[in-house]
């Protein structure tokens, strides 16, 4: 049974609730349980933290034996260098995933530390952008 | 039934055939076939180019009356403003695929013109890729 | 009788249709019937391409005979080299003309390749600024 | 009785004798005398100053009950956010014009903080772009 | 009665310890008292932590409720997107203080993150900053 | 009695007429006259140009006798190392405001030529900033 | 017996016409006829174009039979990643060649996306570099 | 007796297990105990953490009593000024330590943050780079 | 005789009472009167004013009559495209002089519009510099 | 007879026993003995210095007499305005020459400081480089 | 018996008599005699040169055939690719020293084109990290 | 008797014969000759060398007994921090010139090395600058 983790960084917690029009108004905890409910014969868990160190910890914690990790870094993505390290440090496929499309916002969003680091990305897609990546790493 | 276009750009005619390392040794033309295969109950075509405005030409063409567009600009996604305007141009909803994960490659490959003007983008997710883009397409 | 030639590069073959609330909804072919009928005593004529090769090779088929060229080159403003090496290349003088103020875009709209090379440049003044490049070819 | 004032900036006051090669040799109120003549149907100014602060109290002062600012603020253009304010402040529309082919020169003078202000912008047509210009007052 | 809250990000814990030349010599604690002294008729709240994460918690858990929140981000004012993200994220407005002139010192420093998505900024005035930021939040 | 001059660069004069939605709709002098008001132990004093250069002389008048200077530079806030210059060559203290939070608009606002000569900034405070200022200026 | 193709990009048909301070008076064909003849035991072929795409086609079509390709680019050496791509992708060995001393010139033609595909480069030897490109190949 | 700490940053926790070809395969634990027992006559204390801000509150810690802290700031040395306030604050010396020449990888590790506050570094000379540091302090 | 004019810009007129440690504590007006003393067979003037404005109109007034202008620019030095143009415009040679070795200060202070325009420059030699300026263009 | 100098620049003397990979593995003596032996009706000399000033010093020397210089400066390409002038300002035409492709290696070796005062320039094709050039010199 | 070359680069002959605040004031020499007596068992060499070039052919002569060398390499550091190319070109191992802190100093000593090419590097540690580099050559 | 050396740097041996349109037609030692003999009673001397090393050995051995040095460095003004450490270790005071105008050439050569260290700098004013040096160090 494949085990597979949703990392999500810095003010995800918030979502549904937080500028809605980029994010739109589903709380990740919703979309969760749809998730899990979808794809029940594999380990599905999700892991949110704010802080840098705490996603660090939790992917060194998995990293070496869980069969993929979908990780949007939030604003880390943009600014960690500490994050970038610890994906090329362990051994699980890690794939990138951001709910909004980053080329249309700020310039400073454009630019990922971790992406290099990972399989791949999924941006823009919304919410199902994390289904996308499931199915990638079920099949991959 | 949903129509749905997807294009390649320049050297993409090579596929499976240039730089196997970075593109794989698959032909996109068989690839096509098994996706054809998969997916019946839609009208999925395939247009390819090295032509920048050929591209321009197909887009406009369909922008106007398809359900989806999915497109590989290859190295005119760097470069090609002309492109991008085209896509914001039309109608017909635009997500962006790259085979290999751009930002594992040169510098001048991170930089998107036709991103911006996309639904969104999935990158280094290799042929697999366009299917996901599909499958977007189909449910959004 | 003095021979000049309207030039129009990539996606402004959509005008009138394309992004209305900056480019206006007037289709370039109607304007040019207008501007036509009121010039009756030149030879005017109207060339759109989406293909940059394609703009190029008008430009070296009129660029030795013609009393002027009229162009917007679109995206290709931007980005074309050899666009603006046509440009060089040629005898008949090039007026260039942008519907929109480009000022007020994306900041890669503010450099011109093109732009060097012909006698100047009308910018912003929607398609009047043609008009106004026809009488300044004329009266020069 | 439509109401028009022509701005110079910065050095214009010596245009005839400065720099002939780049700027011409026709002084502009003489220019202007010939302008006036032709357009006498409406109420056609002009004002010259090299003083920043000059420029932004005139315009100021007609900004909010003419019909058109025709204006080339010479250097002040590239270097004068104030003068960029000023004309984002009052209602008049401006048209910005510069007798030689900016391109062609110095590289900062390609940077215009006025023009992003302007309706549109008229470079290199020599005098006549304030013909032009004041045409396309008269009209739009 | 209106609930206010003062965060203060890393290092800001050794005021009136560290480099007094630049940050003087009082601790901060010391100085919220007389604060919390002089303004009776408010909550008033402190909050340090050196910790990224800790800080944008605090954030989330007070910005849907409190009144006001005045944030020295400290080091983290020039790097984290995070805490920026945070800010834009809630409803209660934040006024951004600086104890010292930042523009008097590393380069780095005049860039911040936050400030865009405070309601504006209040630096080099000392520990005084704290207090008129105040004011500001209790008038407005 | 203390002397206190408030120095407002240029366009400033077209407060409350211009762009209402960033600066606010009320005239400088009307709010100048309810803090002369409240504030009525000091000589309050108001002074406004669009001339460097008046500013600048304004400056030197009174930067060797009076308490306190409080600088809106306005635009020249970004432009005007000569202005920056003569708050250093004085010895009044000066305290800079500026009315929007300049963070949130074009990026050349962000570089400020005279903070580093103040004593500090206050933006985005609206008007109330020039209060905050004068406290300062009065208790320190 | 060997088989190399010449490789002219844009404007490159209008050589002994254009710019001739630059380029020379010579026709490229003409120079073709004298290369020919020369070296009639290799079989030598050349093809022009204005158009990238077509540029791109023809190298895909010879790129993996033929013993060699002598490419100028002219100025889309500068601006195709497209073009550098289709050179990566081929077996044919490509060694490009500019008439012109390149670094004499615009800044922008100092930038080559091609040549680091390429074997080499030989840039301002006149209509001698195709020669002694020639001889490269044949001797390699 | 002198009190010597050294403080490791995120993912140094890994060292031994993470790309070894870059920081060899010794854990930092077992190297900890031969230089703890090669230099008896220190205290010699050893901490670690991805936390950032875990970082800066043990050097707030030690940073007023230990007679030197031997410090790997990993990623952190890039990106956080945070960590570089923390070394500035305090008042014992530090000595920057880095496994691997810096110089040979990702030029965003050439940027060190942290040194500027340190008295020295030490880069690339592997684990052997800490005790070199230790000797520096004990004889300093 | 010969006519010669020194321009001082903005702050000037508060040299010998303006950052004494950078620029000396002599006041221009008795360097000036020393000057006139020592060099009596020529028509030596003075020209001091901190607006660019009255600073062009000067340069004008003298700048096809006089046989020299000495200019200390100041900051306009630095910002005045239009001062450098002013120079351009005119017949009469003109020396650059800048009391203290602008090398040694701000980076922003190394790069100057108006030099490109004169004969040369002097800089860093204090007050003896404008002397030193004068006999160039007495003997030159 | 004709008189050429090949000229090496810094490390050449070490050609065929450094960075094999690179710079092939045959010493410089050893081809140009080849080479002189080749070209028997003409005065060819070589020089190699490590020393800046002995390569100008050489150049100046023969660069008012000799037929042609073939100069391969090896890292001084990158970084020598003097011997960028030493060509500059002799009368001997000069071809630069490099045998490893530097378009393939770090972007610092992308500049020549050099090349735009030689007639051209050959990269890449390995020794076979330095023949060509002496055909080219011997050719025009 | 090892044998330890210790290359100085320019200016480092007046170490003791130049800028003593930053580099001490004991001359090299008479530190190297103090270090030679420490180190009996191995042949310790010193050289220093003002020469680039001499600097090259010594690292040239000894670098097939010593143990190690410790390069300070002074201002060349900064500036000279062939030194660095000189390192990259033998087989002896190189460690980079530089005796201040080169981080706290002018921004362009912040780069080294010489380190990328060392095993390592040791900055800021005085006279000692000369000493600390042989510990590393003795014992690696 | 004071004691002045002029230290002229690369291809400066070639004034008179080298590019005289910029340089002018005088040998320096022409020029030298009656410099010296104007300036009797002081000890002048002239060395001219094209090696950087030497420049700073000469810097050396003359300056911590002479009165004054007057150094064009030539194209090492641009390039030689080893140069400017030569003259911030020394006790003469150095005053730099050109004799060429620099800011009207090559935008590298605006950046001076050399001139921060220095007194001051004479630009552009021919051969005469020396000797307005020389007056200055005579004087000073």
């Given at each position: 049974?494949?085990?597979?983790?949703?990392?999500?960084?810095?003010?995800?917690?918030?979502?549904?609730?937080?500028?809605?029009?980029?994010y739109?108004?589903?709380?990740?905890?919703?979309?969760?349980?749809?998730?899990?409910?979808?794809?029940?014969?594999?380990?599905?868990e999700?892991?949110?933290?704010?802080?840098?160190?705490?996603?660090?910890?939790?992917?060194?914690?998995v990293?070496?034996?869980?069969?993929?990790?979908?990780?949007?870094?939030?604003?880390?993505?943009?600014?960690?260098?500490?994050?970038?390290?610890?994906?090329?440090?362990?051994?699980?496929?890690?794939v990138?995933?951001?709910?909004?499309?980053?080329?249309?916002?700020?310039?400073?969003?454009?630019?990922?530390?971790?992406?290099?680091n990972?399989?791949?990305?999924?941006?823009?897609?919304?919410?199902?952008?994390?289904?996308?990546?499931?199915?990638?790493?079920?099949?991959?």
């Amino acid at each position: 049974m494949k085990k597979i983790l949703i990392v999500n960084g810095p003010n995800l917690n918030l979502l549904g609730r937080r500028e809605t029009d980029i994010y739109g108004s589903v709380a990740f905890e919703d979309y969760f349980k749809i998730l899990k409910n979808k794809y029940k014969n594999i380990e599905l868990e999700y892991f949110q933290s704010n802080h840098e160190g705490a996603l660090i910890d939790k992917i060194h914690e998995v990293g070496f034996s869980y069969d993929g990790i979908i990780l949007n870094g939030g604003a880390y993505t943009h600014t960690s260098i500490a994050l970038a390290d610890a994906i090329a440090a362990i051994e699980t496929p890690v794939v990138e995933v951001h709910i909004s499309n980053i080329y249309k916002r700020e310039s400073y969003r454009k630019h990922s530390y971790t992406a290099v680091n990972c399989v791949g990305c999924i941006t823009g897609l919304g919410l199902k952008g994390y289904e996308l990546a499931l199915q990638f790493l079920l099949e991959n």
